[in-house]
């Protein structure tokens, strides 16, 4: 399928069926964490990126193939899924569907936009990011679009968390050097109380980010983490996510979950190992994708990587 993937792990929200309408690395930020490589299209326009009855047809026909398999329809792209016009009528008629929720991640940015909220506020759960205190630390973070202020951000994550009925859970990147100071938490911090999510969700850049120089924290982030969040019950902090499917279409699966982002080596195993599939088998197929030239790995952060070889016939 071109525009629905999955079911595939995923560490907030279970086995998620994907959907995804915005072109390869379409989006309005280049955040210099991305996990999808450099934003090729730099655009806050709003459109059809694909025709709207093509997804629809798909995503009819996904949902009745994987009935029961999956816990969430998730809306997410390989760039901004809000930059889609239509994205409304995408939401509606998956809930039309499927008894599952619904859920949108976004980097937030058009939460601001009234055409966005009325698209957003038809889904069960919403899951924007926030790394940044101020403009100038969002310029340096999320390089978003000149036409998208921190502050319209910020008001826009206020007004739609008003209207929403649903679930709505922020998540922090955290990044060695960046944004991981108790002065800067703190900060951040100031902008999550103006906005009052149900849940706070820190991540740290466990996949290779577009910029090299983008590091994990230490691990004594943890205790500043503890500190200052002390009062809260509705936050998590990094931890290794837990997968467990298993299928017998090893290239298939691990393909469509690699063209949507890198995976850790020991994930793939977690998500792929059982009683007549071992690591050795795992790692032989990985192996013979890569002799194949379907998928490369690479070394971050001292942890084996898989992606997927994206040049592959120019190597
Ligand atoms: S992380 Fe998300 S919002 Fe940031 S550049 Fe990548 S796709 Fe866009």
């Known amino acids: 399928m071109k525009y629905v993937y999955g079911p595939v792990p995923s560490r907030r929200l279970g086995k998620s069926l994907g959907i995804d309408p915005i072109p390869s690395k379409t989006c309005n930020f280049q955040c210099i964490y991305c996990q999808l490589g450099k934003t090729n299209n730099f655009t806050n326009i709003r459109k059809n990126y694909f025709p709207k009855k093509e997804i629809l047809t798909e995503i009819e026909k996904a949902i009745k193939l994987n009935e029961n398999k999956f ?139 577009v910029e090299k120089w983008v590091k994990i924290p230490d691990k004594s982030i943890l205790s500043i983490l503890n500190e200052i969040f002390v009062d809260y019950t509705n936050i998590n902090f990094p931890e290794v996510g837990k997968f467990n499917i298993y299928s017998s279409d090893f290239e298939k699966e691990v393909l469509s979950i690699l063209e949507r982002h890198p995976m850790r080596q020991d994930q793939i195993i977690e998500t792929f190992s059982s009683s007549n599939f071992d690591e050795d088998k795992i790692i032989s197929q990985l192996k013979k994708l890569k002799s194949q030239k379907k998928i490369i790995d690479t070394l971050y952060n001292k942890q084996i990587f898989w992606k997927l070889n994206l040049n592959k016939d120019k190597n």
Request: contains cysteine.
């Open 71 to 209: 816990d969430y329809i998730t809306f997410v792209g390989s760039g901004e899924p809000t930059l889609y016009k239509d994205l409304k009528d995408l939401i509606i008629r998956a809930k039309e569907l499927s008894e599952k929720p619904v859920c949108v991640i976004t980097n937030g940015s058009l939460l601001y936009d009234k055409e966005v909220q009325n698209a957003l506020i038809s889904s069960d759960v919403v899951l924007p990011s926030l790394d940044a205190w101020d403009e100038n630390s969002f310029i340096r973070i999320n390089r978003p679009h000149p036409s998208i202020s921190f502050n319209n951000l910020i008001q826009g994550f206020i007004d739609f968390r008003k209207k929403f009925m649903g679930k709505f859970w922020i998540e922090v990147m955290l990044m060695k050097g960046i944004n991981d100071t108790k002065e800067e938490l703190l900060k951040i911090k100031e902008k999550l109380e103006l906005i009052k999510p149900d849940r706070i969700d820190i991540n740290v850049p466990i996949r290779p980010p």
